[in-house]
């Protein structure tokens, strides 16, 4: 399985600015820039992109744990806190942290925070991105 995304950009990192696009078409030529990266422009950005990537796949990975242990949830809410910093080696998504309010009938706090832990380690976005990862679970 293959998905596809595409940028276009003109101009310098500064006044510059550039368009992104995904296969699926929900994101169609939408806008990014130094301005929507580094400031309060309006448009997206490559780490907003990736934390709506992890929070929904982590969200996802989370689901799949409760139908392994015979549970359902029934609502699922994933923050996907990104901090993007300058570091010694230029700038960096340095942490990730997930900040997660699910209702599950029927689930003890062990099998939730097993679950929870299990979805952490096991979303495809959290083994592929090479940040710190935290995350809160709370069961209400």
């Not at 596809?4 to 101009?11: D, K, M, N, R």
């Not at 299990?118 to 069961?139: H, N, V």
């Amino acid at each position: 399985m293959q998905r596809t995304a595409s940028a276009h950009w003109q101009g310098g990192l500064k006044d510059g600015k550039g368009t992104v696009s995904t296969q699926s078409g929900v994101l169609n030529q939408t806008q990014y820039s130094f301005g929507t990266r580094f400031e309060d422009g309006i448009g997206t950005n490559p780490e907003e992109l990736i934390a709506a990537a992890h929070a929904g796949c982590f969200s996802m990975a989370l689901s799949a744990q409760l139908d392994g242990a015979g549970l359902k949830a029934e609502s699922i809410d994933t923050k996907a806190n990104l901090t993007f910093e300058k570091t010694a080696e230029g700038f960096s998504v340095t942490k990730i942290h997930l900040e997660l309010s699910a209702k599950v009938p029927g689930a003890d706090a062990a099998t939730f925070q097993k679950a929870a832990a299990d979805a952490k380690a096991g979303c495809p976005i959290s083994r592929l991105l090479k940040a710190e990862i935290t995350l809160d679970a709370k069961l209400v």
